[in-house]
């Protein structure tokens, strides 16, 4: 009875894990190139219950043991890869990825961080930089007005408005061994860790730059819905379950009166 209610309580803080990890999609359903988030369950060591053949009782020797488990627990939170569908923005300066591949963005600290949402802007030092103020691995800008065009394999060329047209160094991309190695870093920021690899730097590859573009978040909304109801329900199923138990411990206890 004592494992019942451990397997119950196991259940419930599994169940509200993957309610917050559902919430969270939810919350991000409208944020440009988020990816979704599901919750890999796992279960718990098993104690043997009942031994066969052991020194006391030598009946059913060499069957299978009859073993209980300790019920459950949250093994992994991954990401979802799926790409988004794309909306046009007709901005010059919003990219989108249609493949593998990330933009790279240099942080205050020196270190790079990894994105795939290309909402970019132009900052006062003719620069790109993300809605944080990061500033994109790309080539500086010129400081007349000008046209930005970018092909589908990263070829950067200005058209500026005295007539000149400077065709600029290839946009680069970072690749990864292992993308759900990443570290989710917060506002769309990812991070090298040694589970994804060091990123591997260069120019599309099997990829296209969509300008003008911008891809939307992976959450289907009606799939989060359903996976929410379905998670409440198993929550409420556990919390049952672990009264059920309570209840019969009280009787049991005031039995032994």
């Known amino acids: 009875m004592i494992r019942g209610i451990k397997n119950a309580a196991s259940a419930l803080q599994a169940q509200q894990q993957r309610m917050d990890v559902i919430s969270h999609n939810i919350a991000n359903v409208n944020t440009t190139a ?3 988030k599901e919750v890999v369950f796992g279960d718990l060591l098993y104690q043997s219950v009942e031994r066969r053949g052991n020194a006391v009782d030598f009946s059913g020797a060499g069957q299978k043991e009859i073993t209980s488990g300790n019920g459950v ?3 992994a ?5 799926e790409q988004g569908f794309f909306r046009e923005t007709g ?3 919003d990219l989108a990825i249609a493949g593998e591949g990330y933009f790279c963005l240099l942080l205050p ?9 290309g909402s970019f802007r132009l900052d006062n030092e003719r620069r790109l930089v993300s809605p944080q103020g990061y500033r994109l691995v790309f080539p500086a800008l010129p400081a007349e007005d000008f046209e930005l065009v970018i092909g589908s394999k990263g070829q950067i060329t200005v058209h500026t408005v005295s007539g000149d047209t400077i065709d600029l160094r290839q946009m680069e991309l970072a690749y990864f061994g292992n993308p759900a190695g990443l570290e989710n870093a917060g506002e769309n920021l990812l991070l090298e860790t040694a589970a994804s690899g060091p990123a591997r730097i260069g120019p599309p590859e099997g990829t296209e730059i969509k300008q003008g573009w911008l891809e939307n978040s992976n959450v ?3 799939e989060e ?3 929410l109801v379905r998670s409440q329900r198993n929550y409420q199923l556990n919390a049952s379950a672990l009264r059920t138990l309570d209840e019969m411990l009280e009787i049991a206890n005031y039995i032994s009166r």
């Open 77 to 81: 939170v991954r990401t979802r890869p």
């Open 109 to 117: 600290d020196g270190r790079q961080a990894y994105t795939r949402d």
């Open 91 to 93: 901005n010059m300066f």
């Open 225 to 227: 819905m359903i996976a």
């Open 73 to 75: 627990y949250t093994a």
């Open 34 to 36: 988020f990816k979704k």
């Open 220 to 222: 289907e909304l009606a």
